[in-house]
């Protein structure tokens, strides 16, 4: 998992999340330019299935909401902490053996699907608790925000979990009730506490021996190796060039270049291109790659002109466009 801030922002985190938070509140075309304003994402990212945008994105994203919504935007936006998006997390909790190593589980692998948060278990003489924070810097009306939306979906995973017991286990925040309390806590079958020393999940140990409901030992297994493969550091490398491909793709058809995808991931240009280098990869076969992707794609479907799809890639011309098909594709030319 991520270590350093700047390796928190530059981590890569589904687009999914993204997706479900301009649906929720960007109605309107206007809309939806405000809340990615600074973002640096593009709406046609947001459709592409596995796609994945740095955290950076995402936080900006959050913050932009925040001052258009309030904090207490995600009970408008149930998708973004809904069990579905968490994936292999999700299914490694549930399946767990017993509630205390679905707890561990949680606070182990929970930041692979949301880097930009820390978990740390921890035991007292009466519970076990996952406390959470920041792992990226935010203000204190957008951690409270993200922090309601990631408690919502603790919420969610073990409401299932403990079942009728939920009643017994605690939400801490440290800080007032805000404004609306009223609209949040009927959003709890938990009891929630406010003005806490910290952001913690606290479950009595008397219910952490339990056995979870949905106890799968083969299925378990089989989500922990998934995640442990994403912990490898390997892997962080190798989604560097992934998340810059995505960077590429959002800003299009603006080219972006080096050292603004260097800015967008929180790192140097000199260290962008070491760490690429690191994977076997550099910045500009990546870009190529970018644009004869979407350029096959376009050229299959067969729906634009070829000064349509020349301006769609940010080419100065069609007669640019034509040669880097014909380079890309041989023979095969776009359609007039």
Not at 33 to 50: V, Y
Not at 128 to 137: C, D, L, T
Not at 277 to 286: H, T, Y
Request: positive net charge.
């Amino acid at each position: 998992m991520p270590g350093s801030e700047s390796e928190a922002l530059r981590a890569p985190v589904p687009a999914s999340y993204a997706r479900a938070l301009v649906r929720a509140f960007g109605k309107t075309r206007g809309e939806r330019d405000e809340l990615l304003k600074g973002t640096a994402i593009q709406l046609e990212i947001l459709d592409q299935p596995g796609a994945h945008i740095p955290v950076s994105s995402l936080v900006m994203l959050a913050a932009n909401i925040t001052r258009r919504h309030g904090e207490l935007w995600p009970l408008s936006a149930a998708a973004v902490w809904s069990t579905s998006l968490q994936g292999a997390v999700d299914v490694a909790t549930r399946t767990a053996p017993t509630i205390e190593d679905a707890l561990t589980t949680g606070a182990r692998f929970g930041s692979a699907r949301a880097p930009f948060i820390r978990n740390r278990l921890r035991r007292t003489a009466r519970s076990i608790q996952i406390e959470i924070s920041p792992a990226v810097a935010m203000d204190d009306a957008l951690w409270r925000a993200v922090a309601l939306a990631v408690s919502l979906n603790v919420h969610a995973v073990y409401v299932q979990l403990l079942e009728d017991s939920i009643e017994q286990a605690t939400l801490q925040f440290p800080w007032p009730p805000p404004a609306g309390v009223e609209r949040l806590l009927p959003h709890y079958s938990c009891s929630v506490k406010f003005n806490a020393a910290a952001f913690i999940f606290d479950v009595p140990k008397a219910l952490c021996a339990r056995p979870s409901p949905f106890a799968d030992p083969e299925l378990h297994a089989k989500a922990i190796e998934a995640l442990e493969a994403i912990e490898k550091p390997r892997s962080d490398i190798a989604a560097l060039a992934r998340v810059v491909e995505s960077l590429i793709a959002a800003r299009l058809p603006q080219r972006l270049g080096e050292q603004d995808a260097a800015r967008l991931v929180g790192t140097s240009r000199r260290t962008l291109v070491r760490r690429l280098a690191e994977a076997g990869n550099a910045f500009r076969p990546l870009l190529d790659g970018v644009l004869r992707e979407r350029a096959r794609t376009m050229l299959a479907a067969g729906t634009q002109s070829r000064d349509e799809m020349a301006a769609a890639l940010g080419y100065t011309d069609a007669t640019s466009f034509s040669r880097a098909c014909r380079r890309w594709f041989g023979d095969r030319s776009p359609p007039s």
